[in-house]
């Protein structure tokens, strides 16, 4: 298995209420699309609904970008050098010494 680090709770917690409200939408948005071509009364409040759930879904999805971008900027990256930036600093020791 490869070794991703996992996201920050803030992070994966928006990430999750991006991808419910995102299903939410989508089964709004076949409700719609189905009771339309059945021409149902209840077409136009899904369309309404649809529409309205796209607006919160593209919210729930800016969340996720702003909520690790602020995580980000707050704890920092933890980043390891390369292994050639690794040789560069053992060699440049050996030198001075």
């Given amino acids: 298995m490869y070794d991703k680090p996992r996201l920050p709770d803030p ?7 991006a991808v419910i409200v995102s299903a939410l939408v989508l089964v709004l948005v076949l ?13 136009f409040p899904a369309v309404l609904s649809a529409v309205a759930g796209t607006v919160v879904a593209t919210w ?20 390891e050098p390369s292994s ?12 001075e010494d």
């Fill in 31 to 43: 409700i719609a699309v189905l009771c339309s071509i059945a021409g149902v009364w209840l077409a």
């Fill in 60 to 79: 729930t999805v800016l969340d996720v970008w702003v909520t690790r971008q602020v995580w980000i900027q707050r704890h920092g990256v933890r980043s």
């Fill in 11 to 17: 992070v994966r917690g928006a990430a999750v209420r």
């Fill in 84 to 95: 050639v930036a690794r040789e560069r600093v053992l060699r440049r020791h050996r030198q």
